[in-house]
């Protein structure tokens, strides 16, 4: 069975700036994939080519046995709208209210009647934990109510693979700790793939799968696999310096 995304020979740049180079990674069906790395190490770049924000200078992408990265403008629109993306400020619009703002894209996406697009908003609403905060604005709530809110919008049209990007960013670690509780809970119910770009330890040793880590020394992926392993037995010591918080990593073996 083809994975759910494949990522090949995958090189990022800006012009003659390579940010990464020659990556090479999987994510399989209902996985929690977690691209991490230092600050400015290009993840969120990686998550932009991921869903079509930027070009690779070389590689490819699949989604299955489909090439993203050769597609035309309507198969890459087919293609984007199997997604849901939360960004990392949430990007709520601020004058709306949370049931306006999840209801925008069901309403763009096609013609229902009123009542139809008030339930679905409900319901995703209640995915996150946030029954009866239809009429509140994004100032009236919590940082941490704000990122359920944004993973309700990314989740409106029931996305095939949800993308988010530091979905922890800003929170305190109990507002952290629901969050990483609601992901492995949407994955389990919805049986949702979920990349998530983090650089936060212990949601990455909570919730994730599989972890890619880009490594800014050498431009390009330091290790995949489960974060635990990869920080116990890795032959990469960047790799096992940054999961073991800086600390000296002990012996593999």
């Known amino acids: 069975m083809a994975a759910k995304i494949t990522v090949h020979s995958l090189t990022m740049s800006y012009g003659p700036t390579v940010v990464m180079h020659d990556l090479e990674f999987e994510v399989q069906d209902k996985d929690i994939f977690v691209i991490m790395g230092g600050s400015g190490c290009g993840k969120s770049t990686l998550l932009r080519h991921l869903i079509g924000l930027e070009e690779p200078a070389k590689g490819s992408i699949l989604y299955g046995d489909k090439d993203f990265t050769a597609t035309d403008p309507t198969e890459r629109g087919d293609f984007i709208r199997r997604f849901g993306v939360m960004y990392q400020s949430g990007a709520l619009w601020s004058s709306l209210t949370l049931g306006e703002n999840i209801a925008m894209p069901i309403e763009e996406a096609g013609k229902l009647p009123a009542h139809t697009v008030?339930?679905?908003?409900?319901y995703k609403l209640a995915l996150v934990g946030l029954s009866g905060y239809e009429d509140f604005y994004p100032?009236?709530?919590s940082g941490g109510m704000n990122k359920r809110a944004g993973i309700a919008r990314a989740m409106a049209l029931d996305?095939?693979?949800l993308f988010l990007d530091e979905p922890g960013?800003?929170?305190?670690?109990?507002?952290?700790r629901r969050l990483d509780d609601l992901i492995l809970q949407l994955r389990d119910s919805l049986g949702s793939t979920i990349v998530i770009v983090t650089h936060e330890l212990a949601s990455i040793f909570n919730i994730a799968?599989?972890?890619l880590f880009l490594d800014?020394?050498?431009k390009t992926q330091g290790a995949?696999?489960?974060p635990n392993d990869l920080r116990d037995h890795s032959d990469n010591p960047a790799v096992r310096l940054?999961?073991?918080r800086g600390e000296a990593p002990q012996t593999k073996s």
């Open 118 to 122: 008030r339930d679905l908003v409900a």
């Open 139 to 141: 100032a009236q709530i």
């Open 159 to 161: 996305p095939d693979i």
């Open 169 to 176: 960013a800003g929170l305190d670690p109990l507002s952290a």
């Open 209 to 211: 799968t599989t972890a």
């Open 216 to 218: 800014s020394a050498t």
């Open 224 to 226: 995949v696999g489960n």
């Open 242 to 244: 940054f999961l073991n």
